[in-house]
Protein backbone atom coordinates (compact mmCIF):
# COMPACT_ATOMS: atom_id res chain seq x y z
CA UNK A 1 0.00 0.00 0.00
CA UNK A 2 3.15 2.29 -0.23
CA UNK A 3 2.11 2.96 -3.78
CA UNK A 4 -1.55 4.87 -2.26
CA UNK A 5 -0.88 6.07 1.22
CA UNK A 6 2.31 6.46 3.26
CA UNK A 7 -0.04 6.64 6.97
CA UNK A 8 -0.27 3.49 8.68
CA UNK A 9 -3.01 4.75 10.55
CA UNK A 10 -5.00 4.96 7.04
CA UNK A 11 -4.10 1.48 6.06
CA UNK A 12 -5.18 0.37 9.41
CA UNK A 13 -8.67 1.79 9.30
CA UNK A 14 -9.27 1.53 5.44
CA UNK A 15 -8.70 -2.11 5.40
CA UNK A 16 -12.09 -2.53 7.81
CA UNK A 17 -13.96 0.20 5.92
CA UNK A 18 -16.70 -1.11 3.24
CA UNK A 19 -16.57 1.76 1.10
CA UNK A 20 -12.95 1.60 0.45
CA UNK A 21 -13.16 -2.57 0.23
CA UNK A 22 -15.85 -2.40 -2.52
CA UNK A 23 -14.22 0.54 -4.29
CA UNK A 24 -10.56 -1.48 -4.33
CA UNK A 25 -12.30 -4.52 -5.52
CA UNK A 26 -13.47 -2.40 -7.75
CA UNK A 27 -10.47 -0.87 -8.74
CA UNK A 28 -8.40 -4.07 -9.23
CA UNK A 29 -11.05 -5.97 -11.41
CA UNK A 30 -11.16 -3.01 -14.06
CA UNK A 31 -7.65 -1.72 -13.91
CA UNK A 32 -5.75 -5.36 -12.62
CA UNK A 33 -2.16 -4.84 -12.53
CA UNK A 34 -2.15 -1.29 -13.43
CA UNK A 35 -4.10 0.16 -10.27
CA UNK A 36 -1.46 1.80 -8.01
CA UNK A 37 -0.15 3.02 -11.45
CA UNK A 38 -3.12 4.26 -12.67
CA UNK A 39 -4.38 6.21 -9.39
CA UNK A 40 -0.78 7.76 -8.92
CA UNK A 41 -1.85 9.64 -12.26
CA UNK A 42 -5.20 10.55 -11.06
CA UNK A 43 -6.64 13.27 -9.09
CA UNK A 44 -10.33 13.37 -7.07
CA UNK A 45 -11.69 17.26 -6.79
CA UNK A 46 -15.28 17.95 -5.36
CA UNK A 47 -16.17 21.23 -6.66
CA UNK A 48 -18.47 22.34 -3.67
CA UNK A 49 -21.51 23.83 -3.55
CA UNK A 50 -20.47 27.30 -3.46
CA UNK A 51 -18.11 26.63 -6.45
CA UNK A 52 -21.37 26.22 -8.50
CA UNK A 53 -23.88 28.78 -6.73
CA UNK A 54 -21.08 31.22 -7.69
CA UNK A 55 -20.16 29.78 -10.80
CA UNK A 56 -16.83 29.63 -10.27
CA UNK A 57 -15.53 26.30 -12.00
CA UNK A 58 -14.36 27.98 -14.94
CA UNK A 59 -12.14 29.81 -12.88
CA UNK A 60 -10.88 27.32 -11.27
CA UNK A 61 -10.09 25.27 -14.52
CA UNK A 62 -8.17 27.91 -15.71
CA UNK A 63 -5.45 27.89 -13.11
CA UNK A 64 -5.88 23.66 -13.01
CA UNK A 65 -5.25 23.72 -16.73
CA UNK A 66 -2.28 25.77 -15.88
CA UNK A 67 -1.04 23.53 -14.04
CA UNK A 68 -1.40 20.62 -15.89
CA UNK A 69 -4.50 19.07 -14.81
CA UNK A 70 -7.13 17.42 -17.44
CA UNK A 71 -10.86 15.97 -16.26
CA UNK A 72 -11.41 12.43 -17.19
CA UNK A 73 -14.80 12.33 -15.45
CA UNK A 74 -17.45 13.97 -13.56
CA UNK A 75 -20.93 13.66 -12.22
CA UNK A 76 -23.06 15.95 -10.42
CA UNK A 77 -24.17 14.70 -7.24
CA UNK A 78 -26.10 16.01 -3.58
CA UNK A 79 -24.90 15.23 -0.32
CA UNK A 80 -27.21 13.94 1.98
CA UNK A 81 -26.58 12.99 5.79
CA UNK A 82 -24.83 10.14 4.72
CA UNK A 83 -22.70 10.54 2.40
CA UNK A 84 -21.54 14.32 4.18
CA UNK A 85 -20.91 11.89 7.49
CA UNK A 86 -18.49 9.23 5.38
CA UNK A 87 -16.46 11.67 3.19
CA UNK A 88 -15.29 12.60 6.19
CA UNK A 89 -15.53 10.12 8.80
CA UNK A 90 -11.79 10.01 10.07
CA UNK A 91 -11.64 13.48 10.42
CA UNK A 92 -15.04 14.50 11.63
CA UNK A 93 -14.35 12.35 14.64
CA UNK A 94 -12.54 15.05 16.32
CA UNK A 95 -15.26 18.06 15.38
CA UNK A 96 -17.50 19.49 17.91
CA UNK A 97 -20.81 18.97 17.22
CA UNK A 98 -22.39 22.10 16.38
CA UNK A 99 -19.19 22.28 13.70
CA UNK A 100 -20.11 19.02 12.81
CA UNK A 101 -23.95 20.44 12.20
CA UNK A 102 -22.89 23.68 9.76
CA UNK A 103 -20.91 21.44 7.97
CA UNK A 104 -23.49 19.57 7.43
CA UNK A 105 -25.49 22.32 6.21
CA UNK A 106 -22.89 24.23 4.07
CA UNK A 107 -22.32 21.09 2.08
CA UNK A 108 -25.71 19.68 1.72
CA UNK A 109 -27.20 23.38 0.91
CA UNK A 110 -27.09 22.85 -3.07
CA UNK A 111 -25.60 20.74 -5.67
CA UNK A 112 -21.58 19.48 -5.94
CA UNK A 113 -19.68 17.87 -8.84
CA UNK A 114 -16.94 15.32 -8.30
CA UNK A 115 -14.62 15.62 -10.91
CA UNK A 116 -11.86 12.63 -11.59
CA UNK A 117 -8.51 14.71 -13.41
CA UNK A 118 -5.28 13.15 -14.52
CA UNK A 119 -1.82 15.04 -14.16
CA UNK A 120 0.39 16.18 -16.82
CA UNK A 121 2.54 18.30 -15.18
CA UNK A 122 6.21 17.62 -14.55
CA UNK A 123 6.22 16.43 -11.42
CA UNK A 124 6.55 12.41 -11.44
CA UNK A 125 7.88 11.67 -7.77
CA UNK A 126 4.70 12.33 -6.02
CA UNK A 127 0.93 11.09 -7.09
CA UNK A 128 -0.71 13.98 -8.75
CA UNK A 129 -3.19 13.90 -5.64
CA UNK A 130 -0.42 15.34 -3.99
CA UNK A 131 0.20 17.55 -6.49
CA UNK A 132 -3.47 18.88 -6.44
CA UNK A 133 -3.40 19.69 -2.38
CA UNK A 134 -0.37 21.40 -2.36
CA UNK A 135 -1.56 23.97 -5.50
CA UNK A 136 -5.42 24.33 -4.18
CA UNK A 137 -3.89 25.27 -0.25
CA UNK A 138 -4.57 24.74 3.05
CA UNK A 139 -8.49 24.47 4.66
CA UNK A 140 -7.03 27.16 7.21
CA UNK A 141 -6.43 30.75 5.59
CA UNK A 142 -4.03 31.64 7.65
CA UNK A 143 -1.66 29.01 5.75
CA UNK A 144 -2.56 30.34 1.99
CA UNK A 145 -1.15 32.89 -0.21
CA UNK A 146 -1.63 33.76 -3.66
CA UNK A 147 0.16 30.87 -5.48
CA UNK A 148 -2.95 28.93 -4.04
CA UNK A 149 -6.11 28.23 -5.85
CA UNK A 150 -8.64 28.61 -2.82
CA UNK A 151 -6.71 32.00 -2.82
CA UNK A 152 -7.03 33.13 -6.27
CA UNK A 153 -11.09 32.17 -5.66
CA UNK A 154 -11.42 34.85 -3.16
CA UNK A 155 -11.61 32.47 0.00
CA UNK A 156 -10.53 33.63 3.25
CA UNK A 157 -12.71 31.25 4.94
CA UNK A 158 -12.23 27.58 6.75
CA UNK A 159 -15.43 26.57 5.15
CA UNK A 160 -16.51 28.48 1.89
CA UNK A 161 -12.88 27.42 0.10
CA UNK A 162 -15.07 25.71 -3.04
CA UNK A 163 -13.22 22.77 -3.67
CA UNK A 164 -12.47 19.88 -1.84
CA UNK A 165 -9.90 16.84 -3.11
CA UNK A 166 -9.07 13.27 -2.17
CA UNK A 167 -5.56 14.16 -0.11
CA UNK A 168 -3.72 10.67 -1.33
CA UNK A 169 -4.46 7.40 -3.96
CA UNK A 170 -5.96 5.40 -1.53
CA UNK A 171 -8.55 8.53 -0.52
CA UNK A 172 -9.68 8.49 -3.82
CA UNK A 173 -10.80 4.96 -3.86
CA UNK A 174 -12.64 4.85 -0.91
CA UNK A 175 -14.07 8.61 -2.00
CA UNK A 176 -14.93 6.67 -5.12
CA UNK A 177 -16.43 4.11 -2.49
CA UNK A 178 -18.70 6.76 -0.88
CA UNK A 179 -19.87 8.71 -3.57
CA UNK A 180 -20.40 6.76 -6.57
CA UNK A 181 -22.78 3.58 -7.44
CA UNK A 182 -21.16 0.35 -8.04
CA UNK A 183 -22.41 0.24 -11.35
CA UNK A 184 -21.37 3.86 -12.52
CA UNK A 185 -17.78 3.19 -10.80
CA UNK A 186 -17.16 0.13 -12.85
CA UNK A 187 -17.97 1.81 -16.47
CA UNK A 188 -16.29 5.33 -14.70
CA UNK A 189 -12.99 2.98 -14.38
CA UNK A 190 -13.16 1.39 -17.79
CA UNK A 191 -13.50 5.03 -19.12
CA UNK A 192 -11.05 6.63 -17.69
CA UNK A 193 -8.61 3.01 -18.63
CA UNK A 194 -9.34 4.43 -22.25
CA UNK A 195 -8.79 8.19 -21.71
CA UNK A 196 -5.50 7.77 -20.17
CA UNK A 197 -4.51 5.90 -23.45
CA UNK A 198 -4.76 8.52 -25.28
CA UNK A 199 -3.97 12.91 -25.19
CA UNK A 200 -6.51 15.02 -23.58
CA UNK A 201 -9.24 16.15 -25.17
CA UNK A 202 -10.40 19.75 -24.67
CA UNK A 203 -13.98 18.83 -25.24
CA UNK A 204 -14.01 17.61 -22.04
CA UNK A 205 -13.37 20.46 -20.32
CA UNK A 206 -15.70 22.51 -22.22
CA UNK A 207 -18.43 19.80 -22.09
CA UNK A 208 -17.44 19.92 -18.16
CA UNK A 209 -17.99 23.98 -17.92
CA UNK A 210 -21.54 23.42 -19.39
CA UNK A 211 -22.81 20.43 -17.13
CA UNK A 212 -21.79 23.02 -14.23
CA UNK A 213 -23.04 26.46 -15.46
CA UNK A 214 -26.41 24.11 -15.69
CA UNK A 215 -26.36 23.54 -12.30
CA UNK A 216 -27.15 26.85 -11.19
CA UNK A 217 -30.29 26.55 -12.81
CA UNK A 218 -29.89 30.29 -13.89
CA UNK A 219 -30.35 31.66 -10.55
CA UNK A 220 -28.72 34.70 -9.20
CA UNK A 221 -25.12 34.35 -7.50
CA UNK A 222 -25.29 34.34 -3.75
CA UNK A 223 -23.61 36.90 -1.24
CA UNK A 224 -20.39 35.07 0.05
CA UNK A 225 -18.91 37.54 1.84
CA UNK A 226 -19.16 37.16 5.63
CA UNK A 227 -18.31 40.97 6.26
CA UNK A 228 -21.63 41.92 4.03
CA UNK A 229 -23.60 39.30 5.47
CA UNK A 230 -22.28 39.85 9.07
CA UNK A 231 -23.97 43.20 8.87
CA UNK A 232 -26.91 42.33 7.19
CA UNK A 233 -27.69 40.16 9.71
CA UNK A 234 -27.00 43.80 11.99
CA UNK A 235 -29.75 45.19 10.19
CA UNK A 236 -32.31 42.00 10.96
CA UNK A 237 -31.34 42.03 14.40
CA UNK A 238 -32.13 46.14 14.80
CA UNK A 239 -35.24 45.95 12.92
CA UNK A 240 -36.52 43.11 15.21
CA UNK A 241 -35.68 44.25 18.90
CA UNK A 242 -38.67 45.64 19.85
CA UNK A 243 -40.90 42.88 18.18
CA UNK A 244 -38.65 39.78 19.42
CA UNK A 245 -36.20 40.99 22.29
CA UNK A 246 -35.94 37.88 23.72
CA UNK A 247 -34.69 36.16 20.22
CA UNK A 248 -32.46 39.14 19.49
CA UNK A 249 -30.75 39.17 22.77
CA UNK A 250 -30.46 35.25 22.24
CA UNK A 251 -28.23 35.87 18.82
CA UNK A 252 -26.54 38.55 19.87
CA UNK A 253 -25.59 36.40 23.34
CA UNK A 254 -24.44 33.84 20.88
CA UNK A 255 -22.81 35.96 18.47
CA UNK A 256 -20.77 37.77 21.59
CA UNK A 257 -19.32 34.73 22.89
CA UNK A 258 -18.45 32.96 19.41
CA UNK A 259 -14.77 33.48 18.99
CA UNK A 260 -14.22 31.35 22.14
CA UNK A 261 -16.84 28.57 21.23
CA UNK A 262 -19.36 28.12 18.21
CA UNK A 263 -22.73 28.68 19.02
CA UNK A 264 -24.74 25.18 18.95
CA UNK A 265 -25.77 25.72 15.28
CA UNK A 266 -29.09 24.10 15.23
CA UNK A 267 -30.39 26.81 18.02
CA UNK A 268 -28.91 29.65 16.43
CA UNK A 269 -30.52 28.96 13.06
CA UNK A 270 -33.87 28.71 14.96
CA UNK A 271 -33.62 31.62 16.38
CA UNK A 272 -32.68 33.49 13.43
CA UNK A 273 -35.44 31.60 11.27
CA UNK A 274 -37.61 33.00 14.39
CA UNK A 275 -36.47 36.52 13.43
CA UNK A 276 -36.25 36.86 10.29
CA UNK A 277 -38.52 33.34 8.51
CA UNK A 278 -36.87 34.31 4.99
CA UNK A 279 -33.13 34.86 5.70
CA UNK A 280 -31.80 33.11 2.86
CA UNK A 281 -29.98 29.82 3.51
CA UNK A 282 -27.25 30.93 1.64
CA UNK A 283 -26.74 33.46 4.45
CA UNK A 284 -26.90 31.28 7.59
CA UNK A 285 -24.13 29.22 6.37
CA UNK A 286 -21.81 32.06 5.59
CA UNK A 287 -22.43 33.51 8.50
CA UNK A 288 -21.62 30.40 10.46
CA UNK A 289 -18.88 29.88 8.54
CA UNK A 290 -17.50 33.23 9.47
CA UNK A 291 -18.11 32.40 13.28
CA UNK A 292 -16.31 29.16 12.63
CA UNK A 293 -12.96 30.41 11.53
CA UNK A 294 -12.83 33.10 13.84
CA UNK A 295 -13.57 30.05 16.78
CA UNK A 296 -10.92 29.33 18.66
CA UNK A 297 -11.94 26.11 20.02
CA UNK A 298 -10.56 22.76 18.93
CA UNK A 299 -11.89 19.45 18.82
CA UNK A 300 -10.37 15.60 19.77
CA UNK A 301 -7.87 14.36 18.13
CA UNK A 302 -8.86 13.04 14.40
CA UNK A 303 -9.39 9.01 13.77
CA UNK A 304 -6.66 10.08 11.38
CA UNK A 305 -4.99 12.92 11.85
CA UNK A 306 -2.19 13.57 9.39
CA UNK A 307 -2.91 13.62 5.23
CA UNK A 308 0.11 11.79 4.19
CA UNK A 309 0.88 14.54 2.27
CA UNK A 310 4.19 15.87 3.54
CA UNK A 311 5.56 12.36 3.71
CA UNK A 312 4.97 11.98 -0.39
CA UNK A 313 7.21 15.35 -0.60
CA UNK A 314 10.07 13.79 1.71
CA UNK A 315 10.46 10.77 -0.42
CA UNK A 316 8.46 8.67 1.72
CA UNK A 317 5.85 6.97 -0.55
CA UNK A 318 6.87 4.82 -3.30
CA UNK A 319 6.51 5.68 -6.38
CA UNK A 320 5.12 3.14 -9.30
CA UNK A 321 3.97 6.16 -11.82
CA UNK A 322 6.71 5.51 -14.42
CA UNK A 323 6.23 1.66 -14.98
CA UNK A 324 5.10 0.27 -17.90
CA UNK A 325 1.46 -0.23 -17.98
CA UNK A 326 0.46 -3.33 -19.58
CA UNK A 327 -3.35 -3.13 -18.96
CA UNK A 328 -5.19 -4.09 -22.29
CA UNK A 329 -7.15 -1.52 -23.45
Not at 123 to 152: F, M, Q, W, Y
Not at 161 to 181: F, K, M, S, T
Not at 236 to 258: H, K, N, Y
Request: glycine letters at 4%.
Amino acid sequence: MRALTTVDDKVRHFSEDVFFREAWADVRAVLMSDAEAVLQRLALVVFKPECIAADRVADSWEFLLEEGFHPVYWRPFVHDRLTVRELWRYRWSALPLQRLHLTEAQNSIGPSLLTVVRYEGPIRHVPASVVLNRIKGPSDPAGRDERHLRTRLGSDSALINYLHAADEPLDIVREWGVLIPRDERMRMLAGISRKLATVPDPADLARLIRDARAMTGGAVPPELDYAKVRADLEHTLRSAEIRLPQAVARVRAMLTTADEQMPDWREFVAQIRLIAPAWPDWSLVVLGAGLATHATERGRHASISDDGTARWWRGEGEMVLNRPVTHPI
